[in-house]
């Protein structure tokens, strides 16, 4: 039997763990064993979704990884089939690393970087790109390497091909690193999905606008989004600048305009996507009503100690989130799909309070919280997942300088810290929270600002407190719980 299809059997043998575990999501995705990292390979095929992802089923580390795949007819309900491609041919055998999907003569193709280790010690690496394809969307056949490494002047850091039909032609950028280490995107085209013509650098470290601005930029897409062409992109190796760029790697976007000839992508600045601790290697999809849809991984590299490696698992992605654009900003939102994770409703209008507030019935561990607030001149504090006491993950507005900081200091196990962001000037506040056990994503201001953040209280700790030093109006909180059970299967 396959390795990685033996898998299900030592995920049979670790149900009891995986059913005691207090941090397992209940409507994010996430892998019964081992490590998640990216989203790879996000399409819409004969009417359903698709999200495949790097997986290494066997440990909580980078060591192996294949595709997992999770299939979905309406974006909530998610269902595991087997590993879409694995590392058994002898141009991918320490890994099929990250990449993207399309549909072709009513086939679904995965286009993806073969990792080789060679030389002593495996110390040296060969990076192809290279294709498989199925005709059921499950059951996948290789097809094998269609660009043979990387091109003169680059390193062997060549990957995570994201691909498009543009015109009579497919176009595909490929994450990039200098012989001296600058990190940048690459385009190229092919007329026959076999032979790929590099067109060249298209923007990163060196280029205009960018000076020094990372060694290495993984996982770009490259889409249009009303009369704008959208890049995602996540650069390794910047320094932090005041509020921003604080995580490890960061994850963010270009808004500009694409040319061919020559090739080129005119921006005129990187905006982080997420602003909270763990938000990673973003790939979206155009969905079959017009969408343009986002998920990325909840996780970051090298971050690795967590307390679910004591159940034998690492990571989960986003939600699904809807993009759009408005005054030169891209705006994320939870898709409406999920308003079917609803279950009980509470509702309250028109509160007033000052000190500390708990709303009754507004605790819990997986819920959607949505609160709005008018005409805010004190600061405004929330506590989540609270235990009334010393545990508490802090999310802080202070209207005067329009600042948002969310403090996990106090969450509980795991990693502390502070992340902030400022937003544009509004009279109010609206908040929409997902929690999902170890997990918060926090939208603010419609999508204008987004903070993804894993935490891990104690059960126990459930409490919603509102706090405000002077006298505060909340317009309506919505207050929903939400449905745990046969949402990932």
């Known amino acids: 039997m396959n390795k990685w299809l033996a898998n299900t059997q030592l995920v049979l043998a670790k149900q009891q763990v995986i059913n005691n575990d207090p941090f397992r999501p209940s409507y994010h995705i996430a892998p019964k064993l081992g490590l998640l990292n990216d989203p790879n390979g996000l399409i819409q095929f004969n009417g359903q979704y698709h999200v495949f992802y790097q997986w290494n089923p066997f440990a909580c580390d980078h060591s192996q990884k294949c595709w997992g795949h999770y299939i979905s007819d309406d974006l909530v309900h998610w269902c595991e089939v087997a590993p879409a491609i694995t590392p058994d041919a002898s141009y991918d055998a320490n890994g099929c690393y990250s990449g993207s999907a399309f549909v072709h003569h009513d086939e679904l193709y995965l286009f993806y970087t073969g990792n080789l280790k060679y030389g002593v010690d495996q110390q040296q690496r060969a990076s192809r790109q290279c294709l498989a394809k199925s005709k059921n969307g499950i059951d996948f056949e290789k097809i094998g390497i269609v660009i043979d490494g990387e091109p003169e002047g680059y390193t062997a850091h060549f990957r995570d091909p994201k691909i498009w039909r543009e015109g009579d032609q497919w176009l595909a950028v490929i994450g990039a690193q200098t012989e001296k280490l600058h990190g940048q995107v690459l385009l190229y085209r092919s007329e026959n999905l076999t032979e790929w013509h590099c067109l060249g650098p298209i923007t990163g470290s060196g280029i205009y606008p960018f000076n020094d601005f990372g060694y290495m930029w993984e996982c770009p897409d490259l889409f249009r989004l009303g009369e704008q062409w959208v890049m995602l992109a996540s650069p390794q190796g910047i320094e932090p600048q005041g509020m921003k760029y604080h995580n490890i790697y960061q994850s963010g976007y270009l808004l500009g305009q694409l040319s061919l000839e020559p090739a080129q992508f005119d921006t005129q600045h990187f905006e982080e996507l997420d602003r909270g601790f763990e938000f990673y290697a973003p790939q ?6 017009g969408r343009r849809i986002m998920l990325a991984w909840m996780g970051l590299p090298e971050e690795n100690v967590q307390p679910t490696v004591e159940y034998g698992w690492l990571h989960q992605m986003t939600l699904p989130r809807e993009l759009s654009i408005r005054d030169g900003k891209l705006y994320q939102t939870p898709v409406a799909e999920l308003v079917a994770l609803r279950q009980s409703h509470i509702h309250y209008q028109s509160v007033d309070f000052s000190g500390g507030l708990m709303l009754e019935g507004v605790k819990g561990r997986c819920y959607e919280l949505r609160a709005e607030f008018g005409d805010l001149t004190s600061p405004l504090s929330l506590k989540l997942r609270s235990n009334g006491a010393d545990q508490y993950t802090l999310l802080h507005f202070d209207p ?23 937003l544009a000037p509004s009279n109010s506040l609206e908040l929409v929270i997902f929690a999902d056990n170890s997990s918060l994503e926090i939208f603010i201001n419609q999508g204008e600002a987004v903070f993804s953040t894993r935490i891990f209280p104690e059960m126990t700790s459930t409490a919603i407190c509102f706090e405000s030093a002077t006298p505060c109006h909340i317009n309506t909180v919505d207050y929903f719980e939400l449905k745990t059970d046969g949402i990932i299967r």
């Open 400 to 422: 005067e300088n329009l600042m948002i900081t969310l403090d996990r200091d106090h969450a509980g196990a795991g990693l502390g810290g502070i992340r902030q962001c400022k």
């Open 284 to 289: 979206t999809f155009l969905d079959n009503q």
